[in-house]
C-alpha cells in the first residue's frame, strides 16, 4: 500500500504575525453590546429576535480575526476538497457553459490565495476571512459544493422584510419585478388597486440589481438562479425544507449575504420605498460584551461533532438532499395550490386533477425527491395517484417539478421506471475521482465484502450480517455493487477503480451504473425496490404515451431532479417546459442546477476513512500502516468545529457522463436548452393551476404559451364530455378559488425554518 505523508503545510504557526487589531466603529458600546441589549429588551416568547442588519453585520465583523486558527481550518479543508469530482473541470470549463452559464473557477488555486492572506494577516476580521471561504465554494455553483463556516452561518440570517415577484404583464412582455404584497392586494384585496413595477433597487436599474443578487445563489444556470430570487409557490410549499420565500428576502443563500442597512425601491408610478432589512439572531448574547466574547462564546467551537470511528452507514450513498431536512408532524402550508387528489404529509409529492376545460389532465407535483426519512411514502404517493389517474380517464400528465432539489437517487429512478417501465433504465452512468483515498477505502471494503454473504438480512435476522451487509457490501466501494458500461459486473476493485479515463490532469474512475435488480438496493434507497426489478418486477403497463406526458421545471432542478430529467429527455424523448428566467429574450435551460449524480457529506467521508483504520483491519500494525496513507488526514476535526451548525457541508462525489458521449463531459457542464419557455404571469403567482393550464395548452391545447422554443410534435387533445366526477371537481376548485385571501401566504417562511432547524440541533437558549 502506497505511503503518503500528510504534511500539507511547511509553515510554523509560532512563524506568523499576529493580525492586526480591529479599527473603533461609532457605537459608544461595541456593536455586539447592543446586540445583547437589544435582545435583552425583546420579548422572550417572540420567535426568532431580530437586529437592524447593520448592526448585525458591525457585530459580525467586529470578531477580532484568529490568525493560527484561519490555517488550521483552511489547511482542515483540503482533505475534503480532493473528494470534489470535477476540480479541474471547474478550473477549465467547456467553451458553451464558460459563456452561456459561468465562468471558470480554480478551487485549489483560490484556496492557496485565502491561505497566502491569512498567513499575511491580510483580514480585517473573522467574517472577512469567512465569507470568503464561504464565497469560495458558492463561486463554483455547484450545489453539492458547500461549507458554510461558523462566522457566516452561526449568529445571523440577513434579511429583507419584502418578498418580491418576476412577472410578464401578459405573458409575453419581459418580466418585471414586483412587491409580492402587492401582488397578492391587487389579487384578493381592493380592486381599484393596481400594483406598480420596481425601477429601481438602491438606485441601480432593478433588473440588472437582480441579475448581479441571483448569482449569490447555490444553482449554476442563470435564469435559474434569477427565478430563486423570487417568492414561489412550489418552493414555499416545502415550508422549511425549501428555499422559502426566494433569496431577495434572506431564504435560501440569500441569508449568508449582508443586504445593506435598507432596501429603496423606485416604483414605476413614481413612489419611493424604504425597507429597513434586519438579521435574525440565532444564539444566545447573553455575557457578550464585543466582539472578542462573541468570538470566544460561539466561533471557537466546541460544535457537535461526527463519531470517531463510528460506522458509516451504506443509505449515505443514496440522498443527494439539497437541503437538510427534518421531519415535521403536521401538514406544512401549500398556499395556492388546490384540494389535492392524494399528497405525502410534508408536500414533497401530491397529486391534482384540473377541472372543466382541462378535465382530462393529471398533474403529478414533484418539488423534491426526498431527503427525509419518507421514502415509502413518495413512492406509494406517486404509485397511487398515477392508477387514480388512469382509473379517473385522464389522457394527460404534466409533471411539475418546480423547487425540486433532489434527494433520494433511487426515487429518480423509480419514478421515471413508473411512468415508463420498459424503457432502458440508464441514461448516464457515474464516476468518482480515482485517488488514493478511495482507492485505499475501495481495496479495505471490497476485501472484507468478500468474507461474507452478500443478502439483504430482515428485521428478525442476523444482526451482524445485516450491519456488515449496510455498512460495506451496498457501498460503491465495494466493487461488486454496481455494473459496469455494458452492463456486467466488475471483477475486482481494480476493475471498477481503473484509474478508468484521464482528464485535465486529473484520473477517474471507470464507470459505472447502478445494478436496479441488485438484493442490496434497499439498502441504497430509503428502504424500497424500483417498479420492475425485485419485488416490483411485474410492473410492466406504461400509464401514459411519452407525448401525452411533458415536464415543468422553473429551472431549479438539481441533483436527483437532474437524473431524473436524463432519463426521461434522453430515453423517454418527454418534452421539457421552463418557467420564468431573466428579463431577457431567448430559450432558458429546464434543469439548472447540479447535475452531478451523488453528493457526500465531509462527515461521511470522514467516517469512512476512519471506519477503515480503525474497525476494518485486521491488526493493529494494519491500522498503522492504513493510517499512514492519505487515510490519516482525516482524523483532524477542525472543518467540523468551525463549520455552522446545522448546515450539511458536502462535496460532489460522483459526476453523470452521458451515455456515448465519447468526449466525457460530466452533465455538470452540459448546457441544454428546454423545449419551450413561459413566463411568469401575477395570476401564476398566486394560484399554481395557472401554471398548469398554460403548460397544457401549450402541450395540447393548441395555444401556445411559449415565449422561445415551441411543443410541436404534440398532438391537441380531443374535447372531453365532463362526468359527474369533473363536475363535482369543477364546483370544489371553484369553491377553493373563492375562499383563498392574502393572509394563506406567508411572508416568512424562513423565520420558521430557523425556529425549526435551531430547536432541532438543541442550540437555542431556553
Ligand atoms: C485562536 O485560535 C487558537 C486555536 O487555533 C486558540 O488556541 C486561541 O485561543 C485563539 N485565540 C483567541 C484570542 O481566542
Ligand atoms: C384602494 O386602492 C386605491 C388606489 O391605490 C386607494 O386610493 C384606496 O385608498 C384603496 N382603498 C382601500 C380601502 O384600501
Ligand atoms: C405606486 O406603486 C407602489 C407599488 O405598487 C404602491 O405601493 C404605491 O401606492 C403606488 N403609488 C401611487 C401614488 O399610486
Ligand atoms: C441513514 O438513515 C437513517 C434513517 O433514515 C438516518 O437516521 C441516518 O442519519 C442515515 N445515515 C447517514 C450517514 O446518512
Ligand atoms: C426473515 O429471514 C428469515 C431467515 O432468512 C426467514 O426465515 C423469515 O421468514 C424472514 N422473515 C420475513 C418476515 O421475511
Ligand atoms: C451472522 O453473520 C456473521 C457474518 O456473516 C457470521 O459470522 C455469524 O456466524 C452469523 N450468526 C448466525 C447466528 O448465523
Ligand atoms: C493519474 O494516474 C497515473 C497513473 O496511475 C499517475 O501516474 C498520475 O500521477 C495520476 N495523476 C493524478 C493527478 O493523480
Ligand atoms: C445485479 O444484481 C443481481 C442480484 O444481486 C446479481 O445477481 C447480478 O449478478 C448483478 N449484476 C448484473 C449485471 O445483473
Ligand atoms: C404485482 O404483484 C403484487 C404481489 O406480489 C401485487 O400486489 C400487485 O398487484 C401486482 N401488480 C401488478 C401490476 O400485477
Ligand atoms: C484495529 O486497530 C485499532 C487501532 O486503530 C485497534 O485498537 C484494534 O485492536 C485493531 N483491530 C484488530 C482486529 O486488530
Ligand atoms: C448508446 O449507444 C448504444 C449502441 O449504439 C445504444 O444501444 C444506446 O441506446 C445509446 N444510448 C443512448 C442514450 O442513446
Avoid at 409575453?172 to 402587492?182: I, M, S
Avoid at 475501495?442 to 468478500?450: C, I, R, T
Avoid at 449524480?597 to 492504513?626: C, F, G, K, M, R
Avoid at 404534440?714 to 371537481?729: G, P, S
Wanted: charged share 20%.
Amino acid at each position: 500500500m502506497a505511503r503518503l505523508l500528510t504534511t500539507l503545510t511547511g509553515l510554523s504557526l509560532a512563524s506568523i504575525a499576529i493580525a492586526s487589531p480591529l479599527q473603533a466603529r461609532q457605537y459608544d458600546a461595541s456593536p455586539c453590546a447592543a446586540v445583547a441589549a437589544s435582545l435583552a429588551s425583546q420579548p422572550s416568547s417572540s420567535a426568532t429576535p431580530t437586529v437592524p442588519a447593520q448592526l448585525a453585520y458591525d457585530c459580525i465583523t467586529s470578531v477580532p480575526f484568529n490568525q493560527s486558527a484561519a490555517l488550521a481550518l483552511v489547511d482542515g479543508v483540503k482533505p475534503y476538497f480532493k473528494w470534489q469530482s470535477n476540480t479541474v473541470w471547474l478550473k477549465d470549463p467547456p467553451a458553451e457553459y464558460a459563456e452561456k452559464v459561468q465562468p471558470g473557477v480554480d478551487i485549489w488555486g483560490e484556496l492557496e490565495k485565502i491561505r497566502a492572506k491569512v498567513v499575511g494577516g491580510e483580514y480585517d476580521n473573522e467574517h472577512a476571512f469567512g465569507f470568503e471561504l464561504y464565497t469560495l465554494l458558492q463561486s463554483t455553483h455547484d450545489g453539492h459544493f458547500v461549507f458554510i463556516p461558523d462566522s457566516v452561518g452561526n449568529i445571523f440570517n440577513f434579511a429583507r422584510p419584502v418578498p418580491i415577484v418576476s412577472v410578464s404583464s401578459d405573458g409575453k412582455e419581459l418580466p418585471k419585478a414586483y412587491v409580492y404584497a402587492d401582488v397578492l392586494a391587487e389579487s384578493f384585496g381592493n380592486s381599484s388597486f393596481a400594483s406598480s413595477a420596481i425601477s429601481k433597487i438602491n438606485g441601480q436599474d432593478a433588473k440588472e440589481f437582480l441579475e448581479n443578487w441571483a448569482q449569490r445563489g447555490s444553482l449554476q444556470d442563470r435564469d435559474a438562479l434569477y427565478n430563486n430570487v423570487f417568492y414561489e409557490l412550489a418552493t414555499v410549499s416545502l415550508g422549511p425544507v425549501g428555499s422559502g420565500i426566494g433569496t431577495f428576502a434572506g431564504s435560501g443563500r440569500g441569508r449568508w449575504v449582508y443586504p445593506g442597512p435598507t432596501t429603496e425601491f423606485v416604483f414605476e408610478n413614481g413612489t419611493t420605498r424604504t425597507y429597513d432589512n434586519y438579521a435574525k439572531v440565532l444564539v444566545s448574547f447573553a455575557g457578550i460584551t464585543d466582539g472578542a466574547s462573541l468570538y470566544k462564546k460561539w466561533l471557537s467551537g466546541p460544535q457537535p461533532t461526527p463519531t470517531p470511528g463510528a460506522a458509516p452507514s451504506g443509505n449515505s450513498t443514496a440522498p443527494t438532499p439539497s437541503a437538510t431536512a427534518s421531519a415535521t408532524p403536521t401538514p406544512i402550508p401549500a398556499p395556492g395550490y388546490p384540494p389535492p387528489v392524494v399528497r405525502e404529509i410534508h408536500n414533497l409529492i401530491g397529486g391534482y386533477f384540473l377541472e372543466d376545460d382541462y378535465s382530462d389532465v393529471a398533474v403529478l407535483s414533484v418539488p423534491s425527491f426526498v431527503g427525509i426519512d419518507a421514502q415509502e411514502e413518495f413512492q406509494a404517493t406517486a404509485a397511487n395517484f398515477l392508477a387514480a389517474a388512469k382509473a379517473a380517464g385522464k389522457k394527460k400528465l404534466i409533471v411539475d417539478v418546480q423547487a425540486n432539489g433532489g434527494g433520494t437517487i433511487l426515487l429518480g429512478y423509480d419514478l421515471y421506471k413508473l411512468l415508463f417501465p420498459n424503457n432502458v433504465d440508464h441514461a448516464a452512468a457515474d464516476r468518482f475521482r480515482a485517488f488514493e483515498s478511495t482507492d485505499v477505502i475501495g481495496q479495505k471494503f471490497s476485501e472484507v465484502a468478500g468474507t461474507f454473504p452478500r443478502t439483504l438480512v430482515n428485521e428478525t435476522g442476523n444482526e451482524t450480517l445485516a450491519t456488515l451487509n449496510e455498512n460495506i457490501a451496498s457501498s460503491v466501494f465495494n466493487y461488486r455493487t454496481d455494473i459496469d458500461v455494458n452492463l456486467e459486473n466488475f471483477d475486482s476493485w481494480q476493475d471498477k477503480f481503473g484509474p478508468g479515463l484521464e482528464q485535465k490532469g486529473d484520473n477517474f474512475t471507470n464507470l459505472f451504473r447502478w445494478n436496479l435488480s441488485d438484493v442490496l438496493i434497499p439498502l441504497n434507497s430509503g428502504g424500497i425496490y424500483v417498479h420492475g426489478y425485485g419485488p416490483l418486477s411485474n410492473y410492466t403497463e406504461q400509464p401514459f404515451a411519452a407525448e401525452d406526458v411533458v415536464v415543468v421545471t422553473d429551472g431549479y432542478c438539481a441533483s436527483t431532479c437532474t437524473i431524473f430529467s436524463e432519463l426521461m429527455r434522453q430515453r423517454a424523448g418527454v418534452k421539457y417546459i421552463s418557467l420564468g428566467g431573466r428579463p431577457r429574450e431567448g430559450i432558458t435551460q429546464a434543469v439548472g442546477g447540479v447535475k452531478g449524480t451523488n453528493n457526500y457529506p465531509w462527515t461521511y467521508i470522514q467516517a469512512l476513512a476512519q471506519y477503515v483504520v480503525t474497525e476494518l483491519n485486521s491488526t493493529a500494525e494494519e491500522s498503522t500502516e492504513l493510517r499512514n496513507t492519505e487515510l490519516g488526514e482525516y482524523f483532524d476535526d477542525t472543518p467540523f468545529l468551525r463549520a455552522s451548525t446545522g448546515q450539511s457541508i458536502n462535496v460532489n462525489f460522483r459526476d453523470g457522463i452521458r451515455d456515448n458521449d465519447t468526449s466525457n463531459v460530466p452533465l455538470q457542464f452540459v448546457y441544454e436548452a428546454s423545449d419551450c419557455r413561459i413566463l411568469y404571469t401575477k395570476a401564476m403567482t398566486v394560484d399554481v393551476t395557472a401554471i398548469w393550464k398554460a403548460v397544457s395548452d401549450s402541450a395540447w391545447g393548441g395555444k401556445s404559451h411559449c415565449v422561445a422554443g415551441d411543443m410541436g410534435g404534440y398532438k391537441t387533445k380531443a374535447k372531453r364530455e365532463m362526468t359527474v366526477q369533473d363536475k363535482v371537481l369543477s364546483r370544489r376548485m371553484n369553491a377553493w378559488r373563492r375562499e383563498l385571501k392574502a393572509e394563506d401566504y406567508p411572508l416568512d417562511v424562513f423565520t420558521d425554518e430557523t425556529v425549526m432547524q435551531l430547536n432541532g440541533n438543541g442550540l437555542m437558549p431556553v
